[in-house]
């Protein structure tokens, strides 16, 4: 059974920020739908869990950035299954350009859930094929780190209502839109001479259409961005960048 | 010289709404990058006229929908060039999926500006072999009409700050994020049973990352939804949405 996936996107027009090279967000997007299309490759697409009442949700990224192509360049993302627990499948992603150099490396933690009790499900009850596989356990991506913030009382804040183009065909938040508003925080100013040099993300919780949201962001030291998102002062997401600023 | 330029896209995770089906601002992204891939084949794509210091902008669509496709659909786009005046060029564009099937019908109106002044250049300066090209003026889509809205004390109103996301590489507001944030207004509650007929879209006015808009919603029938965005009291925007709801 097929071990490593391959696809291929061009840059379009608006997957690129105002500094015309492709936003990291928006990379997320072709990582997302890769896996996706590997999903289904193996039998277990969103849409084939959907009639069993599962769905997939993602529990944690880690990236590592390197360079980010413009607009037209090409993308090539290879992603293969690297391990497997009870109710965890780890999703590693390799991303080059054309030229075979390196845009990006980045790992994924993935559950499937019950979509009427919203609980994880054991892996086997959806996949039963699961055991089958033969993983390429070398050369992996390394795992997001859980993490824990303090934040002190000057840190920035931002509230934001949750809308119709926030939300995926789980009827929740997009993944990549908590990350996509994470960004935001830094803020224009940043992009215009900083970058981000690695990320660790924790999907914590749903949030739904038309739920309230605050983001909260420190910066520990020079090097590190911490951003939490909350929902009625609950943390639902965490992300911590390493960046470099000019 | 090229009259009809071609473009294939897959209907990715992202670009679907939570109903499963491409958004229509999603389908937007997807017709503006057709439009630069055909400009850049006609040698006047936004890079070339960068270091001329000119751009495209965009002042007016017109969208007829038929129906949308789902995730792995495909959409196949046709454009042209169907007219051109001093400094204005129309675009067609004629999509449907990989059975033939009508997705949508769209126009476009575009001026090209100098980037330093930001007032309009005549076509035939940054274009000079336009009066080359061989135009067919027979099938063209209808254009966007010019629209004046009266808003009642009543109408619903939203304020909301341009971030980093919501800005594109001429550094302000991408012209799809206009459309979203007015499908926002629209909320999910309307496209749990409704859909959108037709659009007209007037852009009016740059919006740059960090200002603050606010949208004006109204429906003066049960067909008709008219929304407005403004900045500092003055109109940067208008749409008006011919709708068929539950």
Redesign the interface.
């Known amino acids: 059974m097929l071990k490593i996936f391959d696809n291929k996107y061009r840059v379009?027009?608006?997957d690129?920020?105002?500094?015309?090279k492709l936003?990291i967000?928006r990379l997320g997007?072709?990582i997302?739908?890769t896996a996706?299309l590997h999903a289904?490759d193996l039998g277990i697409s969103?849409?084939a869990l959907k009639v069993r009442d599962m769905t997939w949700v993602i529990s944690g990224l880690h990236f590592d950035f390197y360079s980010m192509p413009e607009?037209?360049g090409f993308i090539n993302i290879k992603t293969k299954i690297s391990e497997y627990s009870k109710v965890t499948c780890k999703r590693d992603f390799f991303i080059t350009d054309n030229d075979g150099k390196k845009i990006a490396d980045v790992s994924s933690e993935w559950l499937i859930i019950n979509t009427l009790t919203r609980r994880p499900v054991f892996l086997y009850e959806a996949f039963p094929e699961v055991g089958d596989l033969v993983f390429e356990k070398e050369n992996q991506v390394e795992k997001y780190r859980h993490l824990r913030f303090n934040f002190l009382e000057n840190a920035r804040r931002l509230k934001y209502r949750v809308?119709?183009?926030d939300?995926?065909?789980?009827?929740h938040l997009?993944s990549?839109r908590y990350l996509?508003?994470s960004?935001?925080m830094?803020?224009?100013e940043f992009?215009k001479s900083g970058r981000i040099l690695s990320a660790d993300l924790n999907f914590l919780s749903e949030v739904l259409?038309?739920q309230e949201v605050e983001l909260v962001m420190q910066s520990p030291s020079l090097e590190i961005r911490q951003i939490e998102m909350r929902r009625e002062e609950k943390p639902v997401f965490r992300v911590e960048f390493r960046v470099l600023s000019a």
């Open positions: 379009n027009y608006n690129a920020d105002f500094t015309g936003s967000s997007n072709y997302l739908d996706g289904m969103m849409q607009i037209n809308m119709y183009s939300i995926d065909i789980n009827a997009y990549m996509e508003m960004l935001n830094l803020g224009e992009f259409c038309n």
